[in-house]
């Protein structure tokens, strides 16, 4: 199993987290967002909405996109910016039409067990762009401050 990997660029404000494709590994997320500076300026709120979201976006790339390869990495980027905060989330799958996700909210999806990870991100979330390539997925999702 490999490490976790994190890196801070100075020039770009850009912090990165690298996490195996391992659910047990996203206990370090909520540790690595609060660590950034930016993160402060988010209301407990919005900060509780940025955790879960991501959150949700890491575990559908590990669990989907890797099928739980441990050789396979998310890597997590986040932006300060002077509006808020932008976070990405990279897998190297092969993806899906995300507008073929079924609305958790009607009719039988309303009892499935799964299925809410894509509407639980677009929810909490100011704004989220899903950018599908033959390389992989990433989902980059932006936290406005109040």
Do not use: W
């Amino acid at each position: 199993m490999s490490d976790s990997y994190i890196s801070q660029n100075d020039a770009t404000e850009e912090n990165v987290l690298i996490l195996p494709s391992d659910t047990r590994r996203i206990v370090e997320i909520e540790p690595f967002l609060t660590s950034i500076d930016c993160c402060r300026f988010l209301t407990k709120t919005q900060r509780f909405n940025m955790f879960i979201a991501v959150t949700e976006a890491v575990s559908n790339a590990m669990t989907h996109a890797h099928k739980s390869d441990y050789s396979k990495n998310v890597t997590i980027r986040v932006r300060c910016l002077h509006e808020g905060m932008a976070v990405s989330v990279k897998d190297s799958g092969k993806g899906f039409p995300i507008a073929d996700v079924p609305d958790p909210r009607d009719g039988d999806n309303i009892l499935r067990t799964h299925g809410r990870g894509v509407f639980l991100i677009k929810e909490l979330a100011t704004d989220v762009d899903f950018s599908i390539t033959p390389h992989g997925t990433t989902v980059t999702m932006f936290f406005s401050r109040s």
